[in-house]
């Protein structure tokens, strides 16, 4: 089973806001960010250092995937 880390998942925040700033003046974040944000947030709550990525909806999973694709290059 793979995990990503409650660090991971703010360096992706933080990459995707790079990516695509918030815009409006409610300042949306871009769907990538706004995906993470979720799990990041319950993991903050529950005091999680990790999480399964099988129990990421898609569009998180998707966003730290590219995040690590986008990122970790050879």
């Not at 790079?18 to 005091?47: D, F, R, W």
């Not at 999680?48 to 099988?54: E, F, K, S, T």
Request: glycine share 2%; hydrophobic share 50%; with cysteine.
């Amino acid at each position: 089973m793979l995990f990503v880390s409650i660090q991971e998942l703010e360096a992706a925040i933080n990459y995707w806001r790079s990516q695509s700033p918030a815009i409006g003046e409610e300042l949306h974040l871009c769907p990538e960010a706004a995906a993470l944000a979720k799990p990041y947030a319950l993991m903050i709550v529950q005091g999680a250092q990790r999480v399964p990525m099988d129990v990421l909806d898609e569009a998180a999973r998707v966003a730290i995937q590219n995040f690590f694709k986008n990122t970790h290059t050879n």
